[in-house]
């Protein structure tokens, strides 16, 4: 009695044994071939398994998948078939084991045999079939086969029904982890289709202070074509002395948002300054990410770009400054005009030449002021994007010539005027005056009475060029660098008065027409020469 309950003992022991072997190794298998592998040593190890068959059912399609098979110990690829009506259909349909004495007697003949020697067909004589279960779910089928009759009995069959318990463990670990991973990989292909349409630039961080994620605008705007090489690593310095110039300087200005989030403290919002190159101002915020017990884990940082709203801020500024100091004098002007005229009509003095020319130089004025005005106004439309070009049939070279005639008495130079009398385009007419009548007074306006100052237009087959020469004060390389920008003015040039703004928005005008402006000058005393050059026809 004593050896009996020993026998079982050790027979119950062994079975928790095998059962925590195949626990462990199910978990640890990553796919279906690797618990192929497991099942097939345990089985090999418990019984006879020359011919050991795994399979998986898919019952939406009915098709088993036989995963790998084994053939006296050499392993073979799987495959698929449908339903049908032998021994392993038999028990994905039933649920039911099936043991296979003598397949001769017993079972349908076999028609094929995965594993088989490819010049002879063997018929397995005895056999196991198994369902692996999850709950009354059918996963699949073990089998075991031997070409040996009455190889397997009833134990045999616990043996591997214990064992596919265990596969359906791993099967269900398997399909969970691979639904998980198709759903990490669905939602990652969702968040990058997310950060792919932002124009903002959006950058992760983890704990470390490493990118582990940005989108293509953080690419971008960090020129950084091949992003992998950053990400997981901190921004430390010898890193990013390896990145451009302009990615240097954001990592720096970044690196106080940084150390924010690594000690758990959001942003909601900062500014930062980029000089290198063109002027770019950055607005900063930052989230912390935190773990599920509060620890701060990285964080979220989103980049947007707020230049040109900062340009228009400024431009408003400077509008207003300029405004108020310009418009002084004409404003002074008129009411000291207009208080005179007052005077003498209240008093009865004065003929009627000195009342109308007390008028006169108020409306004068009046008229400088609107024109000072409309300049502040187009030069804000120019700014935002919302400045109108009006197309219709012109003559550069007709309008060229009206410009210089109407100002060739009031002025005190040799005017000359050069070129092709007729060059027709599509240009807006009022718009271009504009430019020609600025460009042509500045000439007057800074070189020296009785100086030569020559107007000529030329044009090609695909342009006009307009050249205004002078014999004036003249610009060195780094002034006409610098000329075209809002509220420049040449150091030799402050002692005229001036806001500006002329040169800059007739920049504007041209380009908006599709051309070109630029000056030369071989330097100061040497006088300048202002070209612009627009297209003849309309750019598509």
């Not at 009996?4 to 027979?11: M, N």
């Not at 982890?177 to 950058?203: I, K, N, S």
Request: aromatic share 4%; with cysteine; charged share 25%.
């Amino acid at each position: 009695m004593a050896a009996t309950l020993t026998g079982r003992d050790a027979q119950f022991r062994a079975h928790v044994e095998l059962a925590r072997r195949l626990a462990t190794a199910a978990t640890e298998a990553r796919n279906l071939t690797e618990l192929f592998r497991t099942l097939y040593e345990e089985t090999a190890g418990a019984m006879d398994a020359t011919v050991f068959l795994f399979a998986v059912y898919d019952e939406a399609s009915e098709t088993v998948r036989v995963v790998r098979q084994m053939d006296r110990g050499i392993e073979h690829p799987g495959g698929s078939f449908p339903l049908g009506k032998g021994f392993t259909s038999e028990v994905i349909r039933t649920g039911t084991p099936k043991l296979i004495r003598r397949w001769a007697t017993e079972g349908p003949p076999v028609r094929l045999l995965y594993g088989t020697e490819p010049k002879e067909l063997v018929a397995p004589q005895s056999g196991v079939v198994v369902p692996i279960m999850s709950g009354d779910r059918v996963l699949g089928v073990l089998s075991a086969q031997s070409y040996r009759p009455e190889a397997y009995g009833d134990a045999d069959l616990l043996r591997l029904a214990g064992i596919a318990a265990q596969g359906g463990i791993g099967i269900q670990r398997l399909r969970a982890t691979e639904q998980r991973a198709l759903e990490h990989e669905r939602r990652a292909f969702e968040l990058e289709a997310v950060l792919a349409t932002m124009t903002d630039a959006l950058l992760i961080v983890d704990a470390r202070g490493a990118i582990v994620q940005l989108n293509r605008a953080a690419r971008e705007l960090l020129c950084l074509d091949g992003a992998s090489l950053v990400l997981g690593q901190p921004l430390e310095q010898q890193r990013v002395e390896q990145w451009p110039e302009t990615a240097r300087e954001i990592a720096a200005a970044l690196a106080p948002t940084i150390d924010a989030l690594r000690s758990g403290t959001s942003i909601a919002e900062a500014e930062v300054e980029l000089h290198s190159g063109q002027l770019r101002v950055l607005s900063v915020g930052a989230s912390v990410l935190r773990s599920a017990g509060g620890a701060p884990q990285g964080g979220v940082i989103l980049l947007h770009d707020v230049t040109a709203q900062r340009n228009l801020e400024r431009l408003r500024e400077d509008i207003f400054s300029m405004a108020w100091h310009d418009m002084q004098a004409p404003i002074a002007v008129i009411r000291g005009h207009a208080e005179l005229l007052l005077r003498l009509l209240s008093c009865g003095e004065g003929d009627g030449k000195a009342l109308e020319a007390e008028a006169a130089l108020i409306v004068a004025h009046a008229d400088r002021l609107a024109d000072l005005l409309t300049t502040l106004f187009d030069v804000s439309c120019l700014e935002a994007g919302l400045l109108t070009i009006s197309r219709a049939p012109t003559d550069l070279g007709a309008m060229a010539r009206e410009v210089v005639e109407g100002m060739r008495m009031a002025a005190r130079h040799e005017i000359r005027i050069e070129g092709d009398e007729r060059v027709p385009g599509e240009w807006d007419e009022a718009r271009i005056r504009q430019v020609l009548m600025n460009v042509f007074s500045n000439a007057l306006k800074y070189s020296p009475e009785g100086s030569t100052v020559t107007v000529s237009v030329a044009a090609d087959a695909r342009s006009a060029t307009v050249r205004v020469r002078d014999q004036g004060i003249g610009l060195d390389r780094s002034e006409l660098a610098r000329l075209f920008r809002r509220g420049y003015r040449a150091e030799s040039a402050r002692k005229v008065p001036g806001g500006g703004l002329g040169l800059y928005f007739s920049k504007g005008i041209v380009a908006a027409h599709g051309g070109r402006m630029w000056a030369e000058s071989p330097g100061h005393g040497r006088g300048s020469a202002f070209c612009f050059t627009l297209p003849l026809q309309e750019r598509a």
